[in-house]
């Protein structure tokens, strides 16, 4: 009766998960890999299956505490650490201080002669004594695949594997098990009939001449987890994963307003400035001066001293401080102070989701209050419209959920259309500001309107929009017989006003 | 010629069938072709599994000749008399 009690109170056995440390990962699979079970982990050749393994030991001895054994049977353990170096994992301070060991097991088919019947009881007894030597509690096999290339009755290579994943099992230790992928199964000699907990296929697809990494679940015994193919990223600090953020419109907002920059600009909305962690978006046509509004705004941030990240897509930093200079911003006090940071790439250097990575990482690193991204039009070259657009659904929801604000600019290149961005992204964003060219009496000036503003009244006028080196200013609406004068006309209303003040002054 | 003594190492994991039939047959084929020329020193993991790894040892039973050089490995309960005797590297006499 008491035990019945018991167990009714309890809570009912989850399945243990030994977090991998690699960042992303551990949300996917809701915790990490199966603890004390064995998960295969496939892929064709340098899709990174090693250095997955690799770094779930090492963050599992460095960050969790669990010491690990690497079984290498492709690279020796000098050689490896070397591969981990550039990663900044010290590999030989770990096997010093018995964190991690590295047993490499070489199978030379040349100086060995089979005969009768034989078992693997040598790999177990080492296993053992390794795991046993610094208590293991994570093992990797990279790759036990070559054993096939060494030995050659598969019939015992065979039902002794699957001895030994249920030994490792027993053993109760975390297992990673590499497996490179066959023609039409997961692994070249179907490992993973034997290993059915978790399997994780990585992949590293090239598609117009692009290249993706890609991270898949595609079982996990037990437990619920993210299904769909996740962009991966191999950089100086290991894998990241990314996952793909919901779009729960359940983000907190704040009704901070932050400073555009432009004193006149700021007159136009109605709280003079936007919301802290909205989404503005900059758009018009060729030179008329997206970038220095973009600049202006960030340069406002700096001066408040808030941190302000800039993602050039198009200028490199050089040039992007060369020339706001002429307008009277002098990004370098900031630079050197570290409130400015320019992140510059290329749109084709990689695809959609690696950039979308790259950029959710520097903001994570370098926390900023305010992003510009100029411009997100370029990004069209590697993709198209529509993964544009849900690339940039995401970072603005990643965004929004850290309290960043974000300006975007974008070109529109068909004036007939100018009123939609090309990227669709209008209805994402709350602000919007519309920078047109204003062609009259054979002059060509910049006019400048706000589209919508989210959360506040904000100026319907088409204003004037000057730059010069005192940088940017907008002039108030002058009208003349003919509706709004711009440029030379309105110099020369103003003139005429002021010559009819002086006049009537006189008189 | 300058007769090479032969230094063979057998590795076993506890006393199985295995292990007790490789250890025969490895006997009788060492009496039969190198009388007086050769040593046998069986290891047994279980008691020492530190030392699977210097020999690179995975299979059990594993056979190594140490010497003469180069080292080789004939893994299995050595039932099979002529692959023993060519992996070893055996000079059989005609009689």
């Keep these: 009766m008491s035990k019945t009690k018991q167990t009714s109170s309890k809570k009912l056995p989850m399945l243990r998960k030994a977090p991998s440390g690699i960042p992303g990962l ?102 053992n004594y390794a795991i046993d030597a610094i208590g293991a509690k994570r093992v990797v096999l990279d790759t036990v695949e070559n054993l096939f290339a ?30 490179e992928r066959g023609e039409n199964t997961l692994t070249k000699q179907g490992l993973e009939e034997y290993v059915s907990d978790c399997v994780i296929l990585l992949d590293h697809r090239v598609t117009g001449e692009i290249s993706t990494r890609r991270l898949r679940i595609v079982k996990y015994r037990g437990s619920l987890h993210g299904t769909n193919e ?191 961005t090309d990227d669709g992204v209008s209805s994402l964003v709350d602000a919007w500001i519309l920078l047109k060219d204003i062609e009259m009496n054979g002059e060509r000036n910049k006019g400048l309107y706000i589209i919508k503003s989210r959360g506040m009244d904000h100026s319907k006028q088409i204003r004037e929009f000057i730059i010069s080196s005192k940088g940017i200013n907008i002039v108030d609406v002058y009208f003349g017989p003919d509706g709004i004068l711009t440029g030379s006309a309105r110099e020369a209303h103003m003139l005429q006003e002021k010559q009819m003040r002086t006049k009537t002054a006189k008189k | 010629m300058k007769q090479e003594k032969y230094e063979l190492r057998l590795y076993v994991a506890g006393k199985t069938p295995k292990s007790i039939m490789a250890l025969k047959n490895l006997r009788d084929y060492c009496e039969e072709h190198l009388e007086g020329q050769y040593s046998i020193e069986v290891i047994d993991l279980l008691q020492n599994p530190q030392l699977a790894e210097g020999d690179q040892i995975l299979a059990v039973p594993t056979l190594v000749r140490k010497v003469p050089e180069p080292v080789r490995k004939i893994i299995g309960d050595l039932s099979n008399k002529e692959k023993v005797l060519v992996g070893l590297d055996i000079r059989v006499k005609q009689e």
């Design chain 1, 26 to 127: 551990d949300q996917i699979t809701m915790g990490g890999l199966p603890a004390g079970r064995p998960t295969l982990v496939c892929g064709a050749a340098g899709c990174g299956k090693t250095l997955f393994s690799l770094e779930f030991i090492i963050r599992g001895a460095m960050n969790y505490n669990e010491p690990g054994v690497f079984v290498a049977f492709e690279e020796k353990a000098d050689e490896l650490a070397t591969n981990v170096a550039s990663l900044g994992f010290d590999l030989a301070a770990l096997q010093a201080g018995n964190k991690i060991k590295i047993d490499h097991i070489h199978i030379d088919r040349s100086e060995i002669e089979e005969t009768g019947e034989y078992d693997l009881e040598g790999l177990f007894i080492r296993l």
């Design chain 1, 150 to 179: 060494g030995l050659s009755n598969q019939a015992i290579l065979r039902s002794e594997l699957r001895r030994l994943f249920q030994w490792l099992k027993n053993k109760g230790v975390t297992t990673v098990i590499t497996g």
């Design chain 1, 230 to 420: 996740y962009p991966f990223l191999i950089d100086e600090e290991g894998i990241s994963v990314l996952p793909i953020t919901s779009l729960v419109l359940n983000k907190p907002v704040s009704s901070g307003i932050v400073s555009t920059g432009i004193p006149a600009l700021n007159n136009m909305l109605g709280k003079s400035g936007f919301f802290r962690g909205s989404s503005i978006l900059v758009s018009g046509t060729a030179g008329t001066g997206k970038t220095s509004v973009a600049a202006s705004f960030a340069y406002q941030a700096c001066k408040n001293n808030e941190r302000c990240l800039f993602f050039a897509f198009e200028e490199s930093p050089q040039q992007i401080i060369r020339n706001m200079k002429s307008i009277g911003i002098n990004f370098d006090p900031y630079i050197k102070k570290n409130t400015l940071r320019f992140y510059a790439s290329r749109p084709t250097i990689y695809g959609l989701e690696m950039h979308l990575l790259a950029i959710n990482k520097a903001i994570r690193k370098f926390k900023p209050s305010l992003v510009i991204m100029d411009p997100i039009s370029n990004f069209v070259t590697i993709g198209n419209f529509s993964e544009v657009r849900a690339m940039l659904v995401r970072l603005i929801d990643f965004l929004q959920q850290e309290q960043v604000t974000v300006m975007f600019t974008a070109l529109s290149i068909n004036i007939g259309i100018n009123e939609q």
